[in-house]
């Protein structure tokens, strides 16, 4: 029998012991199925997260920006101003999980919305393109959308978002099904985050 090293079992044992990024108090999941988990993020000033584990590829829309101070375990922190409307991914979480942790030192409050992919299968078919493209890689497609109706080759999240930051999330659609979109109001904002 082979006996792990013991940095491997150092890392094993730091990975466990911290939070997996849905059960941090400060993402809060608001959809979730076998395909995908959907949270909004937010950290009032002042607030700092705990460490917490990333395992699953990931993409953010963020709403209302700030500066932000990030720490990796066993890293020298870093600050990063994310303005509103920053989008990104993250395609390693899935192959190398991150421990991490950031606090909100700008001078307003901070959200964005967070789609982790939870399926390990990877679908050949291309992102619909339905309007502006904010961002995209090989798994994310985030897009901000006027049209009223919408057909995606992949599954997607639709997020309607008012100016005060109020989030009406419609849940995670089917490829292939044809859906109507309903503004509630005209100052609201649509956004499309498909994934594969």
């Known amino acids: 029998m082979k006996l792990l090293s013991p940095i491997l079992l150092f890392h094993s044992v730091l990975l466990f012991s911290q939070p997996l990024v849905h059960e941090e108090a400060h993402h809060i999941p608001i959809i979730e199925n076998r395909l995908a988990r959907v949270m909004n993020v937010v950290a009032m000033r002042g607030d700092t997260?705990?460490?917490?584990?990333?395992?699953?590829?990931?993409?953010?829309?963020?709403?209302?920006?700030?500066?932000?101070?990030?720490?990796?375990?066993?890293?020298?922190?870093?600050?990063?101003?994310?303005?509103?409307?920053?989008t990104g991914s993250n395609l390693?979480?899935?192959?190398?999980?991150?421990?991490?942790?950031?606090?909100?030192?700008?001078?307003?409050d901070f959200q964005l919305i967070a789609v982790e992919?939870?399926?390990?299968?990877?679908?050949?078919?291309?992102?619909?393109?339905?309007?502006?493209?904010?961002?995209?890689?090989?798994r994310f497609s985030i897009q901000k959308i006027e049209d009223e109706v919408l057909a995606c080759d992949v599954p997607f999240v639709l997020i309607?978002?008012?100016?005060?930051?109020?989030?009406?999330?419609?849940?995670?659609?089917?490829?292939?099904?044809?859906?109507?979109?309903?503004?509630?109001?005209?100052?609201?904002?649509?956004?499309?985050?498909?994934?594969?």
């Open 92 to 108: 390693t979480h899935s192959e190398t999980p991150l421990i991490h942790r950031f606090a909100n030192i700008g001078s307003s």
């Open 49 to 86: 997260t705990q460490f917490h584990v990333h395992e699953n590829d990931i993409a953010y829309f963020t709403i209302r920006g700030s500066k932000i101070w990030l720490e990796e375990l066993n890293e020298e922190p870093t600050i990063v101003d994310l303005p509103t409307g920053w």
């Open 160 to 196: 309607e978002l008012s100016r005060s930051g109020e989030i009406s999330a419609l849940d995670m659609i089917k490829p292939n099904r044809e859906l109507e979109l309903i503004q509630r109001n005209d100052s609201s904002q649509m956004i499309i985050m498909q994934f594969k």
């Open 117 to 138: 992919i939870l399926s390990d299968k990877f679908s050949k078919k291309g992102f619909s393109q339905l309007g502006q493209t904010l961002h995209e890689s090989k």
